[in-house]
């Protein structure tokens, strides 16, 4: 062969070569592994995490890594790890040098996914997903296959399976096996080679088709920034779990509730003393669940039960739903007759929709723990007359047994007759007969021996309303929930020691510190919008997913700021849940932050900060206009209500002369302004849900030429501006339109002015002496920010952000009224961002939202690099807190709020922050230092 021939022939193979490796990296390399399309779809859980190094630290922060590392599965992975790097480096190298050589280094800060799979009648697996990112990398991992091989403690072989070539490490001694399937340079492991092999099956679907988290494709979770990793979790696969841990029959309500939603995606955050996780879950779709027969019914407060709850409750399930529903298999096979059936249903009619299952403390592991029903009494002394119908109606004895303050009959029914639809037959004697008590504004039900033995407890004050801990455990759960689980590992100990499944019963004795590190465990289900469930769109829709949050919870440790303390201090609660947002009035020397604030029910009340003592309060003719919260007006609070306006004296909460205004009946106030000048008394103007705007003066009486009817609503509360002595109101619609009109209802010469696209939110005004030089800030939906004069001239417009079809933008003026003081918030599917108008680049705060419906953003400026940006999610309950450099503030973890808002006052004498926020029940005041 010719010189010439040989080179052409290396050349082009030379060339082969590079178009190979060109194609590859152009289309097969170039192509993202998604991980999630690999796992088999029966997997129960997937477990996805990306900081590995972090997840350690926050984990031994936790207090739990010790007891995790204890674990024998644990230690015998770590033993095989640790005798392979020994035989890969000769044991002559450093420990250091071994980990960083070792297969746990792999991990690092890569997305590393852990599925498990139930395989066999009581046996689970796992399989293990780890993307090699080196070629380094790879040569580790393929080196310690083959070192370990060449032991003789192991043997090392290959198979091919539908054409991909699997590598098996068997183990001489017991027959362990290790599956190892490299899918360009995506190891996956399983010591259960069948699931190797489901793997290698998903590779021949299309690349569209689904994965087992279809249902959650644009939300990541591990974007944010305090998340540690991501639990992926299928209610349907749930039972086949719990089948595998406990003995059959003994998890059939769990089975049942479990039917609210098809699956879940929690983000986790580890903290020291907890591990929070928080998501979204998708209905389940399924005819007969119970997410289908709860469709429309509000959530519940869970907060209520603390009085009736005795300290020895082991497990409690609460569930807002409608008593009445089909019946279950048990309780149709009960003839109660027709007279039975119908003083049942006037029961239930006495009773509030949802109930809460309990079960108390096994006294041993042999005995079935007490199984006790709470229904809320929304009409105590009625649900009374409707038992003695029940007792008459089914022959049964009149006596009672008096246990303290309360009295014990028999039922004559069963709970499963009470409450078919919510309520299946438990373990503990399923359809015994039972006894029945009212506790203050609960119907309870269960066996006389453990009705008695419960009401002894409550007598006795042994309840969780007394308890720091109990109370501290619900002030971090959701304040509203359809499904509420609480557990207290402590009190179930013995209940989980009966119910195991034999085979696991040693596995739990010897992690029992694990076990009870968190004995608090609480798992909520917050529902979508009513109207949302009865008209749905797809299952990815944020509207339609139910928040999820699972807590586990170390008592005396890791509470959210404040808890603990408030728990112990018993601050005082309120019959009536409070509402809307605090009003400071002005401090003084004893008392820096008295507020005002509302329940639900309309009463009004000024609170001292020394243990909240009510200075007053006031009952209103209904609950305060949402849209117009309680502000100070000449030194007085003014509210308003449906249809009246009040003016309040902050010092005894006497209304002001000619207060309060009584409007027509088909006026509904939606907003209240009022002039800022310092006239005796305020000019009023009304924004009504009917897009009407009316003036008038505080006497009542209407100005000539009003009400105004707007074409569109309202973007946000309308402005009452005084410009040279005269009257200016300024309405902004969200059809893009900005309006000035006289105190004569006439519009002023420029107006109306075009913002160029939609408006949301509200205005900004400069008012001056001319109407020149009076100025308007807003903000369009193309995320443009205008200033204009009251001459109808646009002075000036620049984009603050970039903008999308779905974003949302809004103005943020600052709480106190700071004359230019503000912030700009954009809301774009599922991003919240806040952004520094007077600043360029990046957004001063970027966080993931979790649900749907208004993000109230808050802005306080106290000037001198003193900045608080409040962020409230109303659905989970909670607010965040940031400086204005984005850093949150106090801690990173959020308070729990059910406010619209909060209020935020500086102390300048001690460097702090005082904090007033809504929970539930109570007005909580907290302090943060100044960093």
């Not at 004069?789 to 999308?804: C, E, F, K, P």
């Not at 962020?871 to 940031?882: C, I, K």
Request: charged share 15%; net charge positive.
């Amino acid at each position: 062969m010719s010189r010439k021939l040989l080179a052409l022939l290396g050349a082009a193979l030379l060339l082969l070569s590079l178009a190979t490796y060109v194609y590859y990296r152009r289309t097969l390399a170039s192509v993202p592994i998604d991980p999630y399309a690999l796992v088999p779809d029966d997997a129960v859980l997937v477990l996805a995490t990306r900081d590995h190094p972090a997840l350690v630290r926050h984990l031994q922060e936790a207090g739990v890594w010790d007891n995790i590392s204890g674990v024998r599965y644990f230690q015998q992975v770590a033993g095989q790890l640790a005798l392979a790097d020994s035989l890969d480096t000769g044991g002559n190298t450093s420990l250091a040098a071994r980990q960083r050589r070792g297969l746990l280094a792999l991990l690092g800060r890569k997305l590393v996914l852990t599925s498990l799979h139930i395989t066999g009648p009581g046996q689970v697996d796992v399989l293990y997903q780890i993307p090699l990112a080196t070629v380094r990398e790879y040569r580790q991992a393929r080196g310690l296959l083959e070192t370990l091989g060449r032991d003789a403690r192991y043997t090392l072989s290959t198979r091919t399976y539908e054409g991909y070539e699997l590598q098996e490490l068997t183990a001489t001694e017991g027959g362990g096996r290790l599956t190892v399937l490299n899918y360009r340079n995506h190891l996956l492991l399983s010591t259960h080679a069948p699931l190797v092999e489901a793997a290698v099956q998903r590779l021949q679907l299309p690349a569209d088709a689904p994965t087992v988290r279809a249902g959650f494709n644009d939300t990541d979770l591990l974007r944010l920034r305090e998340v540690d990793a991501t639990l992926l979790l299928n209610f349907r696969r749930l039972p086949g779990l719990l089948d595998v841990l406990f003995r059959p029959g003994t998890h059939a309500q769990l089975d049942q509730a479990a039917t609210l939603a098809r699956e879940a995606l929690l983000g986790l955050k580890i903290e020291p003393g907890q591990l929070l996780l928080t998501g979204l879950a998708n209905p389940e779709t399924a005819t007969r669940s119970w997410h289908q027969q709860l469709r429309g019914q509000p959530a519940q407060s869970l907060r209520t039960l603390a009085d009736v709850l005795t300290l020895r409750t082991a497990l409690v399930m609460a569930v807002a739903g409608p008593l009445a529903g089909p019946a279950a298999p048990a309780a149709r096979a009960d003839s109660v007759g027709q007279q039975g059936r119908a003083a049942l249903d006037s029961l239930r009619a006495a009773l509030g929709p949802g109930l809460a299952l309990t079960y108390l403390a096994a006294p041993a592991p042999a005995m079935a723990p007490a199984r006790l029903v709470l229904a809320r009494c929304a009409a105590p002394a009625r649900a009374a007359l409707w038992l003695a119908r029940l007792r008459r109606l089914n022959s049964v004895s009149p006596a009672f047994v008096r246990m303290g303050a309360y009295n014990v009959y028999g039922a004559g029914f069963t709970a499963e007759q009470l409450a078919p639809a919510l309520l299946s037959a438990g373990p503990a004697s399923p359809g015994a007969a039972l006894s029945a008590a009212l506790v203050r504004d609960y119907l309870v039900l269960g066996e006389p021996t453990a009705l008695q033995a419960y009401l002894t407890d409550v007598a006795a004050g042994q309840t969780w309303s007394r308890s720091a801990a109990q109370v501290a455990l619900l002030q971090q759960t959701l304040p509203q929930a359809r499904l509420t689980v609480l557990a207290d590992t402590r009190q179930a100990w013995n209940a989980l020691l009966g119910y195991l499944a034999e085979e696991r019963r040693a596995g739990l004795l010897r992690n029992e510190s694990l076990v009870k590190h968190f004995p608090q465990i609480a798992w909520q289900l917050f529902p979508p919008d009513a109207a949302a469930e009865l008209a749905p769109t797809a299952s990815s829709e944020p509207s339609n997913q139910y928040y999820a949050q699972l807590l586990l919870r170390r008592p005396g440790q890791g509470a959210s700021p404040g808890a603990e303390a408030d728990a112990a201090a018993g601050s005082p609660r309120f019959r009536t849940a409070l509402v809307g947002q605090p009003l400071l009035l002005p401090a003084t020397p004893d008392d820096l932050t008295p507020a005002v604030v509302a329940d639900s029910l309309g009463v009004v009340r000024a609170l001292s900060s020394r243990d909240n003592v009510a200075l007053w309060a006031d009952t209103l003719p209904g609950p305060v206009v949402v849209g117009s919260p309680p502000r100070l007006v000449r030194g007085r609070v003014l509210l308003a209500t449906a249809h009246r306006l009040h003016w309040l004296n902050p010092a005894d909460g006497q209304q002001a002369p000619g207060f309060p205004l009584n409007l027509p009946d088909s006026v509904t106030i939606a907003a209240v302004a009022t002039s800022p000048t310092l006239r005796p008394v305020p000019h009023l103007l009304l924004a009504t849900t009917d897009n009407d705007l009316l003036l008038l003066d505080a006497n009542g009486r209407q100005f000539a030429g009003w009400p105004r009817r707007l074409e569109a609503p309202l973007a946000g509360p309308p402005l009452l501006l005084t410009v040279g002595g005269r009257d200016v109101v300024v309405a902004a619609l969200r059809n893009g339109y900005v309006y000035a009109f006289t105190q004569a209802g006439e519009r002023y010469p420029g107006f109306p002015v075009s913002a160029g696209a939609h408006l949301e939110g509200p205005l900004l005004a400069q008012p001056a002496a001319t109407l020149a030089r009076s100025v308007l800030r807003l903000v369009n939906q193309h995320g443009e920010l205008l200033t204009l004069t009251l001459s109808g001239d646009i002075t000036n417009r620049r984009r603050v952000a970039t903008w999308s079809r779905t974003a949302t933008f809004t103005l943020v003026p600052e709480a106190s009224g700071r004359v230019g003081a503000f912030v700009v918030a954009r809301e774009d599917g599922g991003q919240l961002a806040v952004f520094n108008p007077t600043a360029t680049g990046a957004p001063l705060l970027s966080r993931q939202l979790l649900t749907s419906g208004p993000k109230p953003v808050q802005w306080f400026d106290f000037g001198a690099s003193r900045q608080v940006l409040a962020f409230t999610e109303p659905g989970p309950g909670q607010v965040s807190l940031f400086n204005g450099k984005g850093q949150p503030l106090g801690s990173t973890a959020p308070w729990p709020s059910t406010g619209t808002g909060v209020a935020v006052r500086y102390d300048a004498a001690r460097r702090r922050y005082l904090l007033v926020r809504v929970l539930g029940h109570e007005l909580r005041r907290d302090e943060i230092a100044q960093p």
